[in-house]
């Protein structure tokens, strides 16, 4: 028990306070500059309702800059804050650190289902939209991946004829392939850029599926099917009762890989197409430079990515036990 606790609890929480102190040691941080020489600033400060005690009080937050401090006054920030610079400063300065990022999204996260604008939503309702798209390309994905994978694994021939065409358009983008699918779809009005969206996210994320399904059958043992014909079972029991159980931990590593693959296609798609989701709401905060909403978008896109390999992971397993 003790050691599941550090595998699967310390173990990851020691690897994320390294990145968010390495992301928090090269990121910037917001500073004020006083431009003004000190004397100019303390004559403004005095000219107030109890000016000298005020002074008094702020002048070591003056010299330092501490603008919290000062702000903590409203009088007398008031009265001095044109005389401050702002600038960022660190190795990245213009990098947002934690906090800055934390403070930012909050709202996004404190109210996950919020709709304020059709841009401006929770991040659980962006996360849905992008959710219940993904799950409609990859089953289309599945659909065709799969039977194409026996295909090729059964017959030589079928692999000959399209396993050139299948290297040719496994590696091509995401990015490529959504504006031949606004092409394909332009007759289907506003629906063009969802059917796009699923055309590529079903092309781009089968042919790990295809893959591994062709390798899985290649790689069932002879004997198996020679007790299969001895039996005299018909295509359909050695398909069901033979070729399909013993396929299926690879399958399962193409669906996986699948997975992987359809939820980067989806932000690719969103980015492309202006959609409300997880990755149209990061091109909307890449266009209007708001660094900390880039950086929240790409950590939930990311924490996504990792609950749905492991939720694969658990049907795999539980595929496994029954099997």
């Given at each position: 028990m003790n050691k599941f606790k550090l595998d699967w609890l310390i173990l990851p929480l020691i690897g994320v306070a390294i990145m968010l102190a390495l992301w928090h040691g090269l990121a910037g941080k917001k500073i004020h500059v006083l431009t003004t020489g000190i004397d100019e600033v303390g004559a403004l400060v005095s000219a107030l309702p109890e000016g000298d005690a005020k002074l008094k009080a702020v002048r070591a937050q003056l010299a330092s800059g501490n603008v919290e401090a000062l702000k903590a006054t409203p009088d007398v920030w008031e009265a001095v804050k044109d005389s401050f610079e702002?600038?960022?400063v660190g190795l990245i300065p213009d990098l947002p650190n934690v906090v800055e990022t934390w403070v930012s999204s909050k709202p996004y996260i404190i109210d996950p289902w919020a709709k304020r604008g059709e841009m401006d939503q929770g991040i659980l309702r962006f996360t849905w939209y992008s959710l219940v798209l993904v799950a409609q390309g990859y089953a289309i994905a599945l659909i065709i991946g799969?039977?194409?994978g026996f295909f090729l694994g059964l017959s030589k021939t079928f692999t000959k004829m399209f396993d050139p065409l299948i290297q040719v358009l496994r590696p091509v983008s995401p990015l490529a392939w959504l504006p031949l699918g606004l092409v394909l779809f332009m007759r289907?009005?506003?629906e063009a850029g969802t059917y796009a969206a699923l055309f590529t996210i079903a092309l781009?994320?089968?042919w790990p599926t295809v893959l591994n399904t062709a390798v899985g059958v290649r790689a069932v043992p002879q004997d198996y099917l020679n007790v299969g014909r001895v039996l005299k079972l018909s295509r359909w029991k050695m398909l069901t009762k033979i070729l399909i159980p013993a396929t299926l931990p690879y399958m399962f590593t193409g669906f996986r890989l699948s997975l992987g693959i359809a939820w980067l296609a989806i932000v690719a798609a969103e980015m492309?197409?202006?959609?409300?989701?997880?990755g149209g709401f990061l091109w909307q905060e890449y266009n209007a430079l708001i660094y900390e909403h880039i950086i929240f978008s790409i950590l939930t896109i990311g924490i996504v990515g990792l609950i749905l390999d492991r939720l694969m992971s658990l049907v795999e397993a539980r595929f496994k036990a029954i099997s």
């Open positions: 702002e600038k960022r799969v039977p194409l289907a009005g506003p781009c994320g089968m492309l197409t202006g959609r409300p989701g997880a």
